[in-house]
């Protein structure tokens, strides 16, 4: 079964700095998606970057960008210029190509400090 | 173009009752999802429905619980008999593909008292 695995309970970053979420899996598929969500204390789960397994190039969405490293089974994310509203859970989820269902690691608490 | 709605937001029951946990996709999309949140823990996959047909419950506990998305209205999330340990946040997402790019809801916290 795929399994994700991010080792960090907690972070913090200053405002205004860079931090990096870490994320590794497990899989023998070599068709699938990477994504991280964000859930703030609202609840909402919010999609925040998707990665396809195929493509090479990591992914970036304005000051989220990835590391993608296929080989390795690591898929980090990096978020750039750290704001209050980037406080939040961060979760990193797996899917099989072709398969609906998400499996989510167990979440990494950022802490943004002013 | 509203999101995804679920309701209620909170519900409580008392062990023994039923929980009943509805979710209105996005407009347009026909394909649901649930997932279960236990605290200090990500989402689980429960089930994956699309309009009158269950398509992979593997994650659905095997008594109590059952999912629907009927032709027309909400899908309903239904917890009988519920115990402390359904206790947990519920959410449900929509699609029109998959993929799991799909949006979420804000979830339905259940508590059993």
């Known amino acids: 079964a795929q399994t994700v695995t991010q080792s960090q309970p907690e972070m913090s970053v200053q405002e205004a700095e860079t931090v990096t979420l870490s994320c590794t899996y497990d899989?023998?598929?070599?068709?699938?998606?990477l994504f991280w969500y964000k859930q703030p204390p609202s609840r909402q789960m919010i999609l925040v970057i998707r990665?396809?397994?195929?493509?090479?190039q990591n992914a970036t969405e304005n000051r989220f960008s990835v590391n993608f490293q296929k080989a390795a089974k690591s898929f980090s994310l990096k978020i750039s210029d750290s704001q209050l509203g980037d406080a939040a859970m961060y979760f990193c989820?797996?899917?099989?190509?072709?398969?609906?269902?998400?499996?989510f690691g167990k979440g990494t608490k950022l802490t943004v400090n002013p | 173009n509203a999101g995804v709605m679920q309701n209620p937001r909170h519900l409580v029951r008392r062990r023994g009752q039923e929980a009943r946990l509805r979710c209105s996709p996005m407009?347009?999309?026909?394909?649901v999802y649930w997932y279960r949140q236990l605290p200090e823990e990500g989402l689980k996959f429960m089930v994956y429905?699309?309009?009158?047909?269950?398509?992979?419950e593997s994650g659905m506990p095997k008594e109590r619980f059952s999912a629907e998305f009927p032709k027309e209205g909400p899908s309903i999330l239904r917890i009988q008999q519920v115990v402390r340990g359904d206790s947990a946040a519920y959410f449900c997402?929509?699609?029109?593909?998959?993929?799991?790019?799909?949006?979420f809801g804000s979830g339905t916290r259940l508590t059993v008292v």
């Open positions: 990665q396809e397994a195929y493509k090479q």
């Open positions: 997402a929509s699609s029109l593909q998959g993929m799991g790019g799909y949006t």
């Open positions: 899989t023998s598929e070599s068709d699938y998606y």
């Open positions: 989820a797996y899917s099989e190509g072709g398969s609906e269902k998400l499996v």
């Open positions: 407009k347009g999309h026909s394909h």
């Open positions: 429905l699309q309009k009158e047909n269950i398509i992979d």
